[in-house]
C-alpha cells in the first residue's frame, strides 16, 4: 500500500501544478479520486487513480535531479495565465516546451507590469518561493507620477492600511531622474510579500499613480542586464541551489 499525502503535495511533488493551483481545482470540484469528487484535505498516493475534468493524471515518482528553473523577462501586456478570455498572450506563449510535466508561474505580475518571472517543473520548491513564511525579497524600479516628500516615503515603510491589511516596503531609495523627468521620482523598492497589484495598491493609498514597474529581483535572482523583453534563460545549478536556499526558511 502506498504511502499517502495531501492531495496539493502529491500533485505539486509530481510537477503537475504549484499547490495553491491543486487546492483551486479542488475548491471548483475539477479533481475526483478513485471516482469520488475531491475535498480539501484529502490524501492520495501514486497508485490511486486521480483525474483533473476527466482526464486521468499520471503520476511518476519524484525526480528532484530533473528540476528545472527558467527565468523569463516579461514584457507588459502579457498575462500570467495559461490561458486569457480575453484573447491576450500570456507568459506561457514563449516558453520552451517539456518532454514530462508543465511549467508552474512563481508568483504574478500583473498585465502592465514587466521584469523578472520564474517558472520551474518542481511544484513543491514553487509552493515554497510563493509562501509568506519564506520572507523572499521582490525588488522593483517604480516611476510614479509627481513627487512624495518624506513623510510619505516614512509612512509607506512604517506601513499604510489596504483593504487586506496593513503593508510596507523594506527599503525605498531614490534613483536619479531621467531627463525631462524632474517633476516625476523613480525609486528602487523592496517588500517580502507578493499579494496582488500590492506595490501599486500601496502608491494608491500614498496619493501618488505608478506609471511603470520592473521587476528586477526575486530572493538572490536578479533580471539579467542583457536579458531583453519576452526572452528566457534557464537558471543554472548554483542559481537553483541558491533558490532551495532561500526557499528553506519555509516552515508550513
Known amino acids: 500500500m502506498?504511502?499517502?499525502?495531501?492531495?496539493?503535495?502529491?500533485?505539486?511533488?509530481?510537477?503537475?501544478?504549484?499547490?495553491?493551483?491543486?487546492?483551486?481545482?479542488?475548491t471548483d470540484g475539477r479533481l475526483t479520486v478513485a471516482g469520488r469528487v475531491a475535498k480539501l484535505g484529502d490524501r492520495a498516493g501514486p497508485d490511486d487513480e486521480i483525474r483533473l475534468d476527466g482526464r486521468k493524471l499520471e503520476l511518476g515518482p519524484p525526480q528532484?535531479?530533473?528540476?528545472?528553473?527558467?527565468?523569463?523577462?516579461?514584457?507588459?501586456?502579457?498575462?500570467?495565465?495559461?490561458?486569457?478570455?480575453?484573447?491576450?498572450?500570456?507568459?506561457?506563449?514563449?516558453?520552451?516546451?517539456?518532454?514530462?510535466?508543465?511549467?508552474?508561474?512563481?508568483?504574478?505580475?500583473?498585465?502592465?507590469?514587466?521584469?523578472?518571472?520564474?517558472?520551474?517543473?518542481?511544484?513543491?520548491?514553487?509552493?515554497?518561493?510563493?509562501?509568506?513564511?519564506?520572507?523572499?525579497?521582490?525588488?522593483?524600479?517604480?516611476?510614479?507620477?509627481?513627487?512624495?516628500?518624506?513623510?510619505t516615503i516614512r509612512r509607506l515603510l512604517r506601513g499604510i492600511p489596504?483593504?487586506?491589511?496593513?503593508?510596507?516596503?523594506?527599503?525605498?531609495?531614490?534613483?536619479?531622474?531621467?531627463?525631462?523627468?524632474?517633476?516625476?521620482?523613480s525609486y528602487r523598492l523592496v517588500l517580502h510579500e507578493g499579494r496582488n497589484r500590492e506595490v501599486r495598491r500601496m502608491w494608491q493609498a500614498a496619493g501618488y499613480e505608478v506609471s511603470r514597474l520592473l521587476r528586477i529581483r526575486y530572493g538572490p535572482i536578479e533580471l539579467p542586464r542583457d536579458l531583453r523583453a519576452g526572452q528566457w534563460r534557464f537558471l543554472d545549478d548554483r542559481q537553483v541551489a541558491a533558490l532551495a536556499t532561500a526557499a528553506a526558511r519555509e516552515t508550513a
Not at 530533473?66 to 491576450?88: F, I, M, N
Open 64 to 151: 528532484p535531479a530533473a528540476r528545472q528553473v527558467l527565468l523569463y523577462h516579461k514584457p507588459v501586456s502579457e498575462v500570467t495565465t495559461r490561458r486569457d478570455p480575453q484573447g491576450r498572450p500570456t507568459v506561457f506563449d514563449h516558453l520552451p516546451p517539456l518532454r514530462q510535466g508543465r511549467w508552474i508561474v512563481v508568483g504574478r505580475l500583473d498585465v502592465n507590469t514587466s521584469g523578472l518571472l520564474l517558472f520551474t517543473t518542481d511544484g513543491d520548491l514553487a509552493h515554497r518561493l510563493m509562501h509568506p513564511s519564506s520572507c523572499i525579497e521582490r525588488e522593483y524600479l517604480v516611476r510614479l507620477r509627481g513627487r512624495p516628500d518624506g513623510d
Open 162 to 185: 489596504l483593504e487586506d491589511g496593513p503593508a510596507a516596503f523594506d527599503r525605498v531609495v531614490e534613483e536619479p531622474s531621467e531627463r525631462g523627468e524632474a517633476q516625476n521620482a
Open 2 to 26: 502506498s504511502v499517502t499525502v495531501r492531495l496539493q503535495k502529491l500533485l505539486a511533488t509530481a510537477g503537475l501544478a504549484s499547490r495553491r493551483q491543486v487546492e483551486q481545482w479542488i
